[in-house]
């Protein structure tokens, strides 16, 4: 049977790893259907959903070169996530028998897949698309529910990470 310790470990490797497939399966919608979500980014940068009465329009931008830069940023970061945390969970399963010094070293990809998604899903989305370009505001274009899951997911598998390995 296997330690606490153990499952533990087994239980970070699987936690980095489903982040890490989701994130790839991320890219490869964003890629395959480009034009989906980069309306999405469009639209939030545009604001032309929020509260017809709001007077922070002023923020809004209009450049469709902006908006592809946005998006592709966006898919980089993704990608570069999923690179990250899916490296940083196959180390972590090929040293989950390794003394702790090893196991815990073997975390840095991961904790650097996990940071990309707290910059993407929190920052990227939650702050600068949520709140500069209020994105709250708008019933049509409004993924502060799906980046609130991802960040939830993504913050406390860092957790689960820090915890102490023997």
């Known amino acids: 049977m296997y330690s606490t310790n153990h499952l533990l470990r087994i239980a970070k490797a699987v936690s980095v790893f489903a982040i890490g497939i989701m994130s790839l399966l991320i890219v490869i919608g964003n890629t395959t259907d480009y034009y989906t979500n980069y309306h999405f980014v469009e639209h939030v940068m545009k604001m032309d959903t929020i509260f017809p009465d709001s007077n922070i329009r002023y923020r809004s931008i209009e450049?469709?070169?902006?908006?592809?830069?946005?998006?592709?940023?966006?898919?980089?970061?993704?990608?570069?996530?999923?690179?990250?945390?899916?490296?940083?969970?196959?180390?972590?399963?090929?040293?989950?028998?390794?003394?702790?010094?090893?196991?815990?070293?073997?975390?840095?990809?991961?904790?650097?897949?996990?940071?990309?998604g707290i910059l993407l899903w929190f920052l990227g989305f939650e702050v600068v698309g949520g709140e500069w370009f209020a994105m709250?505001?708008?019933?049509?274009?409004?993924?502060?529910?799906?980046?609130?899951?991802?960040?939830?997911?993504?913050?406390?598998?860092?957790?689960?990470?820090?915890l102490k390995d023997e």
């Open 63 to 116: 450049s469709p070169f902006l908006f592809h830069t946005g998006y592709l940023l966006i898919i980089l970061m993704e990608a570069l996530m999923a690179f990250c945390c899916l490296k940083g969970s196959w180390m972590l399963a090929k040293n989950l028998r390794s003394g702790g010094v090893i196991f815990n070293a073997a975390k840095n990809w991961s904790i650097a897949g996990l940071i990309i």
């Open 136 to 162: 709250w505001q708008s019933s049509t274009w409004n993924g502060l529910g799906s980046a609130e899951r991802i960040v939830s997911f993504t913050v406390l598998t860092l957790i689960l990470l820090h």
